[in-house]
């Protein structure tokens, strides 16, 4: 019966496609970028929120003009700076708690000494727009100002720090210098560079997106608008929106990767879960949008990691109960994260529930059977097959084989007997 009901689930989740597109062929008579429009909306809001409403305001308007300013105001009111800049955690607006914020999230996600921002704001000259440390003002030397203008990135060694300067760009512009500072004998790993080169340019372009929202503000406000005015309009946003996306998943695979590092992991652990749970949805043949959000899930599943003391990793001696407590409550704070960061919102119940159990003996609500969101038990079960191949530092590492009796053996117990199944028909 339970499996039967899980079946019935599947079933759910494989229909579970967008229906929007169906509804908008009409638009092609019309204006053929009308088309491409309500595609690229699919790529950009959540399933959740398009709706009949929604498609409504896309391909039923009658007047062109009303027709483009709805599909304006729908994409300001979704890329709005709530949404755009809240990518390391701030809520506030004042810009120097904006960039303090994100100086002290980056120096505590990789373990820096200190992190500083300089910005250029309208071309005028670099200032100090936040810091890890508790300073208003901050001299602007002249490896800052050779890092902003050359577009590099500056490397300096003195007898006790490396410090790394790092250009805020993207593929059009750059507007400021990220300045970090680690102990001498402590280089930044290559997966942390990547990260904060990531994170820049992720944030130069959401910065842009509110230039470009605010232009857009003000042209909406006028009586008179011609209609090629609001399309080109449409066309800016939309392509660097496109840009913003691409970012985004670059920033999700590199994050992963810096948790891998951070873990002290020897492979790539967390790309390797990722990888399998996009093989099991696909055997399971759920929707793409459910694939993409399980795929992202797993890649961002020990994301709280990021926020520990690498120390905890590194340290041979037997934990205390404080670190153990702090290290096993690891996916709560890697779901206060991802919260902050809006566009993997709709990952958090698959991380936050990803250490549930089939027979309900898990944490943190110790949810039984279906209870558990499916992409969890995917997630779970994925997680479980690759630690057990992988060579850890008590054990070596299990042949597929072995792999999968321990896993069968635990079925209905630990794992979902349907997920089982997908596993063991490509494993």
């Given at each position: ?189 290559e997966e942390y560079v990547d990260l904060l080169k990531i994170t820049a340019g ?67 652990h967390s790309k390797s879960v990722a990888e399998l749970a996009k093989e099991l ?147």
């Open positions: 019966m339970e499996n039967a009901k899980n079946r019935e689930e599947l079933d759910i989740l494989k229909d579970g496609g967008v229906s929007l597109f169906s509804r908008s062929l009409d638009l092609m008579n019309d204006d053929p970028l009308e088309e491409i429009f309500a595609l690229n909306l699919g790529d950009f809001l959540c399933e959740s929120l398009i709706n009949d409403e929604l498609a409504g305001k896309i391909s039923n308007k009658k007047d062109k003009v009303e027709g483009l300013k709805a599909q304006l105001r729908e994409l300001i009111s979704i890329y709005s700076i709530d949404s755009t800049l809240s990518l390391l955690g701030f809520k506030e607006h004042e810009d120097y708690i904006i960039y303090d914020s994100i100086a002290r999230a980056i120096k505590l996600m990789l373990s820096l000494d200190e992190c500083s921002i300089y910005l250029s704001q309208k071309k005028q000259p670099l200032k100090l727009a936040g810091t890890s440390k508790n300073i208003l003002k901050g001299r602007v030397n002249k490896n800052i100002k050779e890092c902003f203008e050359k577009e590099e990135i500056i490397t300096i060694k003195n007898k006790t720090k490396i410090i790394q300067i790092f250009p805020m760009k993207n593929n059009f512009e750059c507007i400021g210098s990220i300045e970090v500072k680690r102990p001498l004998n402590k280089p930044l790993e992720l944030f130069v372009t959401s910065l842009g997106i509110q230039k470009l929202i605010d232009e857009v503000k003000r042209v909406l406000a006028n009586e008179v608008i011609s209609t090629s005015e609001l399309q080109n309009l449409r066309a800016q946003l939309t392509a660097i929106i496109g840009d913003l996306q691409d970012q985004q998943q670059a920033f999700v695979e590199t994050m992963a990767r810096a948790v891998d590092v951070k873990s002290r992991y020897k492979s790539s949805c696909h055997q399971l043949q759920l929707n793409e949008k459910t694939t993409d959000l399980i795929y992202y899930a797993a890649l961002l599943q020990n994301i709280g990691k990021i926020t520990l003391n690498e120390q905890l990793f590194t340290k041979k001696d037997k934990l205390s109960k404080e670190e153990w407590d702090k290290l096993q409550e690891h996916p709560n704070a890697g779901v206060s994260l991802l919260m902050n960061i809006n566009f993997l919102s709709e990952v958090v119940p698959y991380v936050y529930y990803q250490k549930e159990r089939y027979d309900g003996s898990g944490k943190p609500e110790g949810l039984k059977g279906m209870s558990i969101p499916f992409g969890s038990r995917i997630i779970a079960l994925a997680d479980a097959y690759c630690a057990l191949i992988e060579d850890r530092s008590h054990r070596k590492a299990k042949t597929n084989k072995e792999a999968l009796e321990i896993l069968k053996n635990e079925c209905n117990t630990k794992w979902d007997p349907v997920v089982y199944e997908a596993l063991s028909k490509i494993r």
